[in-house]
């Protein structure tokens, strides 16, 4: 059995580990302690045990991917992994931090992948033991929903490398398509200029918040308004995603609205916060302006 490891055990990291055990995947999950990566745990045994109750997977099939979940105190048990994910936050310090950890224990044959979401892999591989045997592996937030994953290259990724990581995600189920490794790849290249957009909107009075979400919902036919969904992914993660597009392309188009660096500062995230475009502390989202 192949063993997978997972570094971050947040929700992105937790939902990668979850889709990997459940394709039969060893899991190893580490965060910045062994209490995180049991929490990270715990969360996916939650994402399960609705699954068996909305009856999507059976009770032996919840039983045996967490079996498979094994959280670790540190990467220095990810050894004997032949991937390694990193899914920590869209820092690119942190990561590099991350692949100097990793790169003491990697395998020789071992690949180890990044879910950035914005940030150059060539540019990641740097800090990587080998850039060939180095790839960008996007998912989508939430991982066990979302069918599709972003595969990156950089400039000294191997074929064998591509190839591998293709045959995995395709393992998982997810649909793949290829990108260059530009700063935002497809998805948040196009997507974050219309969620930047609606904050330039928000901010300048055009409209108030339910407003802006409904006329996309309805006139865009989207499944959500562009505030919820920044809301969702985070609107710290949005921030920095677009600060990487701005300065990797040198694009104006890219500056982040004053209010989203506004609502960043103020501690008001979305979701993960309770608090960003919407105040989510009762039973249903309130629109904070």
């Not at 990291?13 to 055990?21: E, K, L, Y």
């Not at 993960?272 to 475009?277: D, I, P, V, W, Y």
Request: net charge neutral; charged share 20%.
């Amino acid at each position: 059995m192949q063993t997978v490891g997972v570094v971050g055990a947040g929700q992105m990291g937790a939902g990668i580990a979850q889709v990997s055990a459940q394709a039969g995947y060893r899991v190893l999950l580490a965060d910045v302690s062994r209490e995180r990566a049991e929490s990270g745990k715990s969360s996916i045994a939650k994402q399960l045990e609705r699954a068996v109750t909305k009856e999507k997977i059976t009770a032996q099939a919840r039983d045996a991917a967490l079996a498979l979940i094994v959280p670790v105190d540190s990467v220095a048990a990810m050894a004997d992994c032949t991937l390694v994910i990193e899914a920590a936050t869209e820092r690119e310090e942190i990561k590099r931090a991350i692949f100097a950890e990793i790169g003491k224990v990697l395998g020789p044959q071992a690949i180890l992948a990044s879910n950035t979401s914005s940030i150059p892999i060539t540019r990641l591989a740097q800090a990587a033991p080998d850039a060939g045997r180095f790839v960008g592996v996007h998912f989508f937030n939430p991982v066990p929903v979302m069918g599709l994953i972003e595969l990156i290259r950089g400039l000294a990724t191997s074929d064998e490398t591509v190839q591998t990581v293709e045959a995995f995600a395709q393992k998982l189920g997810k649909q793949v398509v290829h990108a260059n490794d530009a700063p935002g790849f497809i998805v948040n290249r196009v997507l974050m200029p219309m969620l930047n957009e609606a904050c330039f909107a928000l901010g300048e009075g055009v409209a108030g918040v339910r407003d802006i979400d409904l006329g996309c919902t309805l006139g865009l036919n989207q499944p959500m308004g562009p505030l919820t969904l920044a809301d969702f992914i985070g609107l710290d993660t949005c921030l920095e995603i677009l600060r990487v597009l701005h300065t990797g392309t040198g694009d104006p188009k890219f500056r982040p609205a004053p209010l989203l660096v506004k609502y960043v500062e103020a501690g008001w995230f979305g979701r993960k916060s309770k608090r960003g475009f919407y105040d989510y502390t009762g039973a249903e989202p309130v629109p904070t302006r």
